[in-house]
Structures are given as structure tokens and as C-alpha cells.
């Protein structure tokens, strides 16, 4: 049985709420759950008491093969219970390939605007030079 570390979502609509659970990774999100080990409170500020972990619990669980999902360990990273490596993406930023290819495209029209501009004013120029 694959074990996850979890967020299963509560609250109302728009005010969300999330217990942190250790869960079977076959279950539904909201589903059945192991074990609740924690919760977490978006709304709150973030210098607050916007994460609660049961450490001991926590501890219990990786031992026993349970894998956290990418924003519990996020969670147990700050609260110094599982170390999580920083990651690194430097292309994240640039626009996508047609959004690449779009700005391509704008900017041979510009160029091409600006020659036939450049091409105009010299026209006259050499018209009043004769």
C-alpha cells in the first residue's frame, strides 16, 4: 500500500481549509483517510499559526514509507522535520512557443514598417536633390 502525506480539503467555498493527512494514494482527495496529522490555514498570515504538525506523528509515518506531496513538504521543510531540495527552473519565465512566435512576428512587422518608413523620407530627399 502506497502511503501519501497529504492535503484533503475542508472549509466553505472560498474559504478553504486543509487537514493534512496520511492517506492511501488510491483515494479521493477529500476521501478516506489513515490518519490526520495536521491542518492548514491559508487565510491566516503568513507569520501566524497558519501550519499545525503533529511531529512525532510525521516521523512515525516516513518511517513507515509514507511520501509527502510536493506542498507538505513544503510544510515539514520549514518546520525542519524532512529536508527538500530547492528547485530550479530558469526557463519558467519565457513565454511559450507561439507566444515566441507571435512576438517574432511583431517584430519583423515593426522592422519592416521602419525600413519602408526610412525608404519614404530618403525618397523625397533624393526627389528635392535633383
Known sequence: MSLKIRLARAGSKKRPYYHI???DARSPR???FIEAIGAWNPLLPKDGDRVKID??????WLANGALPTDRVARFLDEAGLVKRETRSNPTKGEPGKKAQERLAALK???DDAAAAIAAAAAAPAEASAE
Open 30 to 32: 477529500d476521501g478516506r
Open 21 to 23: 493527512v496520511i492517506a
Open 55 to 60: 511531529g512525532d506523528r510525521v516521523k512515525h
Open 108 to 110: 519583423k512587422a515593426q
